[in-house]
């Protein structure tokens, strides 16, 4: 493919695969906000609010602190710090890391190399500062709404739009207002044209074929479906880890490991097959939990590691890699569920058999790039791919998002009117 051609598809599908000279991986580079804006007809979400932390003032998530001057004092009077001994789970974890280094390495390089797609991601990222623009009020803290006595009586007010039946005139469209309650409510949008919700003073932008569930971890039963038939192909589960950096941030409440061993994972995977995706962190004691007690648990095979690597605008990482406890990189692992050998003999879909790197600019503290259409070939069970979200924070066309805040990215100041 030219280099033309390769942007030009690139600016149609946010997808761009690399190649590198290592054939034991794919590299892509993925752009967040162009595979984002394919959901929307009538809104876009704005660069600067989804790369927020490429504008702001704060230091990105794993680069290295900027050291305060007392603190650099005092070190300075202590001499330098001796390197401490790796515990023998830091060891493994070290191992992992070094296994996996050759393989970033080479992805990132692909990208270094890939000059004309750098200059292009540089310029639409950069190129497109906005103040954002937050409306009246704060936004809506959904968290705390939904553990409030009043929980069960806020309600949603949602303007869905379809074109007029009645006549010619084209462009026309009908509104119709309902009101639903916000909590513990399957609330599904149809209809052609994305909706619009109110609740408290601020709106909602809400994808056309969308649905969520706004519920505690304690509802999560409510999503099993009514009939099999109506499992998931895609499962994607991006769990909220106890973890020091959420904690000290308070972005969001975390869960204990056990907690995660009750998803009904096998009774929302579709009879014809699943593909789990589920976001880990990078320690050792939770890979060790996850490996060998929670994918046993959910029923999920052949799992495979993909890398999600954390770019800058200017295509750099946005932290050493070998710093230890900051790593510029996550990492998600992937089986299948309910797809035996004869499923997987005729199947419709590529099965998964080598680690791949993701690379994007990560946006706001946390939020994921979306993984559907780099995955859809790897989907087993009928097209299209009906696709859930555990612990959403955002919706999408066609996919349930379940958690307590999946419109926490839909609220209108992450949008403009196209
Ligand atoms: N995938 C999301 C994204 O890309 O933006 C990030 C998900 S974040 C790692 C975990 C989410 O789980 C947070 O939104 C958090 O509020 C939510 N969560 C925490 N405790 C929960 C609970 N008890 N029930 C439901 N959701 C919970």
Known sequence: MEVCDELRSFEATGVYRLNGTCTSAGATYLDPVRLLNASYQRFRIVPSAYYSRSFGPQHQEGEPEIERPEKRRKRKRNQKPKPRELNPMERIAEARHQEAKPLLLNAHESLVKAKHLLEYISKTIKGNEHTLDAGSGSENNFVELGTSWRAPFYEITICFRNPHVLGNEEGFFHAQKTSFPLFNSLISVEGTDEAE?????????????????????????????????????????????????????????????????????????????????????????????????????????????????????????????????????????????NVNANAKKGSNFKLLERSQVIMSVPGAHSRKPPLEKLLSEYIPGPKPSRCIELFARELFPRWTSWGNEPLHFQDTMYFSEK
Request: aromatic share 12%.
């Open 197 to 337: 919700g109110e609740f408290r003073n601020r709106r909602y932008i809400l994808p056309r074929g969308s649905c969520f569930l706004m519920a505690d971890f304690k509802r999560v039963r409510d999503l099993i479906p009514c009939s099999p038939n109506q499992g998931y192909n895609l499962i994607v589960v991006d769990p909220p880890w106890e973890n020091g950096c959420v904690r000290q941030k308070e972005v969001y409440p975390t869960l204990p490991n056990k907690n995660f061993l009750y998803l009904p994972v096998q009774q929302l995977a579709h009879p014809t097959g699943a593909l789990l995706v589920l976001w880990i962190t990078n320690r050792e004691k939770l890979r060790a939990f996850v490996e060998k007690k929670l994918l046993p648990s959910w029923g999920v095979e052949d799992s495979t590691v993909f890398y999600w690597l954390k770019v800058k605008p200017d295509g750099s990482l946005i932290g050493d890699l070998d710093l230890f406890h900051h790593r510029p990189y996550e990492c998600l692992l992937l089986g299948y569920i």
